[in-house]
């Protein structure tokens, strides 16, 4: 019989391509659609923005131990009319008077530089850099998502097209065993109701072939929204099961310290903690130093020009400000108890997710292992069927029967190489190592800390780094 030709051994793709013929030499690869996902999704550039965003808050909380510089300015039109008297009695008494119209200006420069804020100041610089550190961590995230989504549509894809394949080599079949069963009613060696059942069977067949290719349609819709660009001329892919642990227990252990979900919560431990310290620093004298200039003309009309300096320390300890203070200290330890619950829920689901892909694995390579024999003994009862049917030992729907089992099982290995070579990207994710730098994908990978440390100790300027 026609169909599609079965491939064993350890490439978990080999099938899903054998409906293509050869290999084309340039066929695309499952690391290069990594790397187009990697470079070009809309979605993690945008994260990237935002982490970008984030590096700012380090430069603003870095501000508090710098000088603030304001320079003052004023011109105008007074007019005054002055009348005084002065003297001790009577017969010396001095009258002056005058009035007039002058124009007032001055200018004037001043310097305030904190001292001490009860470590406001120092705290909120280190609560900026955790919030950088968990923002970095939930662009890995977002990363590992991406990277999933992306190596998952393409097995999707060459599954879906192999499926396609197989209901359309099916489909063949069907209509040649159709031709043959009429051939043999005409010759009445079978009857209508084998006639029957081949139509019935080949429109069945057709069914399954139009919904395999709606499906192919979906996917390849995808494939495009995900990676990037049309599918076309796809290589095998193979699992990543070499930068596996090489157990359970490794990998459960390893999810719990590398996972980006359960470092970017204990950096928000992190930053619920200082801010607990950055309330209660509210609590803590201030002091501060400020130095000041002013030259003025005309002040008066009696004084044209006149020239002040003044360098002043001042001390403020706060007494009572309504009680707003004591209610934030009590709302950030509320919410740093918060998030430390967090974090243990989010080991627990961590935890979670890596058994749950682990025994997908497990499972995934014995389904390959099952499939391959299941498709191996259905060729083998088919063409038993075949020839026991030319010795009229078997029916009509014997061999229909036993046709639909075979594309069964060929759907079945399909789909199964499929989830194998899923699973080990998805186990390879909740460990917290889908990464470029993992993969070796040949690309040049985003690093965040080259924008922080272009911002980090920058004083003034409007411009971004990238010249925006």
């Known amino acids: 019989m026609g169909g599609v030709k079965v491939v064993t051994g350890a490439a978990a793709a080999v099938l899903l391509l054998a409906w293509t013929g050869p290999a084309p030499v340039l066929a695309d690869t499952i690391e290069a659609a990594l790397v187009r996902a990697y470079q070009n999704n809309p979605q993690l550039n945008a994260q990237r923005s935002s982490v970008r965003s984030i590096d700012e808050n380090v430069p603003q909380a870095l501000s508090g131990y710098r000088p603030k510089v304001a320079i003052t300015a004023s011109a105008g039109v007074q007019y005054t009319d002055f009348n005084s008297t002065q003297g001790g009695t009577a017969t010396d008494l001095v009258k002056s008077e005058f009035h007039g119209v002058d124009a007032p200006r001055a200018a004037g420069i001043t310097a305030t530089q904190t001292l001490y804020n009860g470590n406001q100041t120092a705290n909120k610089t280190r609560a900026a850099e955790s919030q950088v550190s968990g923002a970095r961590e939930g662009l890995r995230v977002l990363e590992e998502s991406v990277l999933l989504s992306a190596a998952t549509i393409y097995m999707d894809y060459l599954r879906d097209a192999a499926i396609v394949e197989v209901q359309r080599s099916n489909t063949r079949v069907l209509e040649q065993t159709l031709k043959q069963t009429q051939d043999r009613f005409n010759v009445g060696e079978v009857t209508r109701t084998d006639v029957a059942q081949s139509e019935a ?91 000041a200039v002013q030259q003025s003309y005309e002040e008066q009309l009696t004084t044209y020009r006149s020239f002040g300096a003044s360098a002043i320390a001042q001390l403020s300890i706060p007494v009572y400000q309504g009680g707003a203070e004591y209610s934030l200290i009590r709302q950030s330890k509320e919410n740093l108890a918060q998030q430390r619950l967090v974090l243990e829920q989010t080991r627990d689901q961590t935890r979670a997710n890596t058994v749950t892909a682990w025994g997908q694995l497990v499972a995934g390579k014995a389904q390959v292992a099952s499939a391959q024999a299941q498709v191996t003994a259905s060729e083998i009862a088919l063409n038993g069927v075949r020839e026991e049917a030319k010795a009229g030992q078997r029916t009509t729907l014997d061999v229909l029967n036993a046709q639909q089992a075979l594309v069964n099982a060929r759907v079945a290995l399909v789909t199964a190489q499929h989830d194998r070579v899923v699973a080990s990207y998805a186990v390879l994710a909740a460990v917290g190592r889908l990464s470029p730098q993992v993969l070796k994908l040949p690309t040049t990978t985003y690093d965040p800390s080259v924008h922080y440390q272009q911002v980090r100790d920058s004083w003034f300027g409007l411009r971004t780094p990238d010249g925006r």
Do not use: C, H, Y
């Open 201 to 291: 069977q080949l429109a069945a067949g057709r069914t399954q072939q139009l919904a395999a290719e709606s499906q192919l349609t979906t996917t390849r819709s995808n494939f495009r929204r995900i990676i990037g660009n049309e599918p076309e001329a796809l290589a095998p892919g193979s699992p990543v099961d070499r930068f596996l642990p090489a157990a359970l227990p490794a990998a459960i252990e390893l999810s719990l310290m590398e996972n980006p979900n359960v470092t970017a919560a204990m950096f928000g431990i992190d930053v619920n903690f200082l801010q607990v310290k950055i309330n209660e620093g509210a609590l803590l004298p201030t002091v501060t130093a400020q130095l």
